[in-house]
């Protein structure tokens, strides 16, 4: 990379705060560098309709090429971070030469965390990245494939899920994967008892969807329960293995698949930067969204945490992160000085299946049922990025929701 | 497999010619078995577009079960056949007991055949099946994604492609990746000389779309060449490594990525099965689509061919074959005489880009240029199974083409 006369900023990681911090610098005299290991950025809060076959991956990716297509001072490298040298103010990845910065916002996510749960790691499949969500969706329908040439494994739990970990991600799943068994599935295999299969979901506190209100996790556990998901709260996972997953209290549930949405931690780059971190990994920010010890480092989103202040670990506070770092750098660049970051909470959501979320704004308000689910698709259809997403989301939803068909469960050939 | 008091009819392959023979045994007093590797039907016409990213693998794929839902008489078996027993009529897979069958339907298709062309089969890639189309889309992306990181991978042939084949395949996609290359990946890489970059099409005989009128041939050759296609016939291919192609008159074209679209030869299950094959081991079929052999056993579709009588290899000849072989079932049922099939010609297209197809219709109607394109258009969105993929199929066409962009261009995390 030749020397450039500008500031240059790099950007590690093209998620919701990495784009946003990118997309803010539209206007400001810089050379950004926008490093992600994938190409695309991924919408993540509908990856559990990619794992439940509701949606092809296709859908909630965009090509991050193409989100800047217009924006002249930024270059993407598809690359993925293998060490950054502070002191250097440099950037190494697999490819090419090191990649050095004036200012450096790292804004790299986080990663799925088993916090030691034996067995966890080899044999529960994770949700968080597009590659676990299609991984998931093909485990779940080769289960009902192999259960279709042989229906004694259904006794043996093959047609079983249970989902460790009820926040919204696994309390999401498991009202999804029960449609998508109840009514999908159910059709696609005449021959399959698919009502014998159970959907477990394992909670280790006392009640779901604790970062919501009493009201909303009730809410979320009644009308589950009705859909035929079996709940179990107030207690932990102890062991999982490729059949089985065995409870706290010696429970053991025989299940082929096993989701783990329980924990995440900070993405390792923290680690390898070398920066002070704190609880679950995240580097250690200040008010104004700086490393205390390299104020010319920033970092955004679920990769870093100001301890006085930590932030749900969700899209919003990752997006009014990035546009507040770009405003720091602006700040920077006229000497002037820079200032603290607010969040702005605009309320919180999760999905509960057909007809049914919930939605509690500020202020006390709290949508449940058919209205909860109306605010939840309408605010994301306008927040997945780029027409033609959208429109292909909106196609794919209508009809799931007229036919209770999905039209996303394709296979590779059979193993 | 209980045994069955009713006739059953095994079909193997959920392509045209298999899903057409299910599906007109709707109202026959038979169980049939459809058998298939993967869960889903590919609508191949339109691979070349998942290859160049226009449409996303989802979009002409459908889940086989979707496709039967309704037809009570069918049990659809994702498995690979390992074997076929004639004389127990009896067919084998990967999972679960031998099927037995009263009749059987061999409708497995055709496979890339690279007629011994020294470093075919390990370096260049193909264009038949879905994995096929997906991994040639990300072989040439990451193509660009390395020389973004490496400008000086350009001059050693890293955005240059070789496409071995001037059939409809061949000159489709030759057509469409200049498209994706001058009209989106110029835009997506702005640093990169992408002008620079080359599509060549070689092609052993003396013209392009040698199944095609030569008007048609010299219609694809000019409007390939105004858009920056280089072509070469009358010229084969003798070698191919990582980085080039050697032509037989010596002609060494550095090239990252070559793509064999020059030949097919029929399914080798035809072997499998061990009756008589003919010309690209297709298995020998008399008027009535039946093995002289074997008159339980029909082959239909591009694993298949009288000698007397062959046949184009497209989807057309295999679903009017597949209707004609369960007429066929119906009558043996009612003790009544086969009847000879008889192709009933409708035509044959190939589209060469952006406005552009060629159509010839029986009796000698030829259209090309944009009334060509509407037709082929229209043709195939008629055709693509389930309102669900024409729906996003049409939002991604109108997008590409007001805009230019190509949506599915994702690449998993880089090596």
Known sequence: MKPSHRHRVVVIGAGFGGLATVRAMRDTAVDVVLID??????FSPLLY????????????????????????????RMARVTAIDIDAHEVRTNVGAPISYDTLVIAAGAVTHTFGVRGADEHALMMKTLDDAVALRDHVLRRFEAAA????????????????????TGVELAGALMELFDRVLAKDFPRLDVHASRVVLVEAADRLLGAFK?????????????????????????????????????????AHTVIWAAGVRANPLAEIAGLPTGRGGRIVIDDALATPTHPEVFAIGDIAANPQ??????????IQQGKH???????????????????????????????????EFPGGLRLAGPFGWIAWLGLHLIRLMGFRNRANVFVSWAWNYLTYDRGSRLLAESE
């Open 214 to 254: 009493p009201a909303s996790g009730e809410r979320a556990r009644r009308t589950l329960a009705k859909r035929r998901v079996e709940i179990v709260t107030g207690v932990g996972v102890s062991e999982i293995d490729a059949t089985s997953v065995t409870l706290n209290n010696g429970t053991r549930i025989p």
């Open 325 to 359: 770092v770009a405003a720091q750098i602006g700040h920077r660049l006229h000497d002037e000085p820079l200032t603290a970051f607010h969040f702005h909470d605009l309320g919180s959501m999760a999905t509960i299946g057909r007809l049914d979320a919930i939605a």
């Open 37 to 42: 290991a994938n190409n695309f950025h991924t």
């Open 49 to 76: 309709q990619v794992a439940t076959a509701g949606l092809a991956a296709d859908d909630i990716a965009y090509a991050v090429r193409g989100v800047f297509r217009r924006q002249r001072n930024v270059e993407v």
């Open 309 to 318: 202040n930590p932030l749900p670990q969700v899209a919003l506070p990752a």
């Open 149 to 168: 040439a042989d229906p004694a494994l259904i006794a043996e739990g093959a047609l079983n899920v249970v989902v460790c970990g009820g926040g919204p």
